[in-house]
Nanobody, 122 residues
């Protein structure tokens, strides 16, 4: 079992910045892919960004390209999402996810999940 714990979240003004992070359990190994999903109230969960932890290749949803940056700190086994110039439509519950194999941009195939952290942009 891969334990993922989100941190950060909170609120930000439109055009400001916000950062969320996700740490794997202290005894877990690096996962092949890690990604961020979000679920706005009343909407379905959607992929936001993903990263190949072994090489840094990244994927972003079109809606966040140029504004969000995903990163992975191998030493800390921690993934972060820097959200610059967030918009109200970026609000929602943000979930950390991971998978062990495959293409990281295939967002439907993630099978390890954190509990989520709320992001509110006004």
């Amino acid at each position: 079992h891969v334990q993922l714990v989100e941190s950060g979240g909170g609120s930000a003004q439109a055009g400001g910045s916000l950062r969320v992070s996700c740490s794997a359990s202290r005894n877990s190994k690096r996962r092949h892919c890690m990604g961020w999903f979000r679920q706005p109230i009343g909407q379905e969960r959607e992929g936001v960004a993903a990263i190949y932890t072994g090489g840094g290749s990244t994927w972003y949803a079109d809606s966040v390209k140029g504004r969000f940056t995903i990163s992975y700190d191998n030493a800390k086994n921690t993934m972060s999402l820097q959200m610059n110039s967030p918009k109200p439509e970026d609000s929602g519950m943000y979930y950390c996810a991971a998978r062990d194999t495959g293409l990281c941009e295939i967002m439907s195939a993630y099978n390890y999940w954190g509990q989520g952290t709320q992001v509110t942009v006004s």
